[in-house]
């Protein structure tokens, strides 16, 4: 069974760094694509970060400059480095991976259950 299992959430205040990691095991390959959404209360589920295994990313305009994608590819872990929080990122932020391309899912797209990150003013 795949899992995907996030950690490092938790609580800072404006303009400190927090890092998440993600571990995806179960599984007897490698996903193409991995990466980070996330979902503040009220709002849509929304893309951060997303990363494929050959390093190409992709950001979402308000973390561009702030959080850094990257992944290591024989662990099957992605990670997030986010620097420079605002109180506006605060959300919940899921693990997503899947095979394919950014733009196709192949095969199942797979969620971690989910990490709280609270960023206070």
């Known amino acids: 069974q795949v899992e995907l299992v996030e950690s490092g959430g938790g609580l800072v205040q404006a303009g400190g760094s927090l890092r998440l990691s993600c571990a995806a095991s179960?599984?007897?390959?490698?996903?193409?694509?991995m990466g980070w959404y996330r979902q503040a209360p009220g709002k849509q589920r929304e893309l951060v970060a997303v990363?494929?295994?050959?390093?190409?990313?992709k950001y979402a305009d308000s973390v561009k400059e702030r959080f850094t994608i990257s992944r290591d590819n024989a662990k099957n872990t992605v990670y997030l480095q986010m620097n420079t929080l605002k109180p506006e990122d605060t959300a919940v932020y899921y693990c997503?991976?899947?095979?394919?391309?950014?733009?196709?899912?192949?095969?199942?797209?797979?969620w971690g259950q989910g990490t709280q990150v609270t960023v206070s003013s």
């Open positions: 990363i494929n295994s050959g390093g190409s990313t």
């Open positions: 179960g599984i007897k390959f490698s996903f193409n694509v």
């Open positions: 997503n991976a899947h095979r394919g391309s950014f733009q196709h899912i192949v095969g199942s797209d797979y």
